[in-house]
């Protein structure tokens, strides 16, 4: 199965596809659709020769797809309808090669109707900038968090040096204090 270009698995009652699927890696066409998949696994990303994908009509069922499908760059069409996807995974503006798209009757929130309404290209393009977006954001979060770290760590150098200097100031004073310890003239005239 290796070898496999074309699986076609529609009108069936399959409720999830195999990990397995992303070993099929010369296939280039995938028919899943009229069945009741409900989950979609990350392993399909490995299906990098893959050109044709239809999850169409999986209805209630099928609610999110895997962040993987970003890595099915050479996909050039993609059905997607009638299912009930909120959102398309945050990688889906990495499909450069992706032509033709229907999301037809999804309850899409990303990205918005108005953006579907125009087509495969605003899709993508509106995608492509939301992952860049999201990357910009945990850039940003990182830097923040090696910021932060950095000043911590500084500041626990610097708290742990003073408690030792204060350790080693106090224990000095207790000393000079002790009734057994000699009396320096100069500093019994400061105390």
Do not use: C
């Not at 010369?26 to 990350?42: G, R, T, Y």
């Not at 044709?52 to 069409?77: C, M, Q, R, W, Y």
């Amino acid at each position: 199965m290796v070898n496999l270009q074309r699986l076609s698995i529609q009108l069936n009652k399959i409720r999830s596809l195999p990990t397995s699927i992303g070993e099929m890696r010369s296939l280039l066409q995938l028919d899943a659709h009229f069945n009741e998949l409900h989950i979609i696994p990350a392993a399909i990303g490995r299906l990098t020769s893959l050109e044709i994908l239809n999850l169409s009509n999986n209805f209630s069922d099928l609610v999110e797809l895997p962040e993987t499908l970003g890595d099915l760059t050479n996909l050039k069409d993609l059905d997607l309808s009638n299912n009930q996807l909120h959102s398309l995974p945050d990688t889906f503006g990495r499909l450069d090669n992706l032509i033709k798209l229907n999301l037809d009757e999804n309850p899409l929130v990303v990205p918005p109707p108005e953006v579907v309404k125009e087509g495969v290209e605003a899709v993508k393009i509106f995608m492509a900038k939301r992952w860049l977006d999201l990357l910009v954001e945990e850039e940003r979060k990182s830097m923040l968090e090696v910021q932060e770290e950095s000043q911590t760590g500084w500041l626990t150098r610097s708290t742990s040096w003073l408690k030792g200097y204060v350790s080693g100031v106090t224990e000095t004073v207790s000393g000079y204090m002790s009734p057994r310890s000699q009396r320096d003239p100069f500093l019994d005239q400061q105390l």
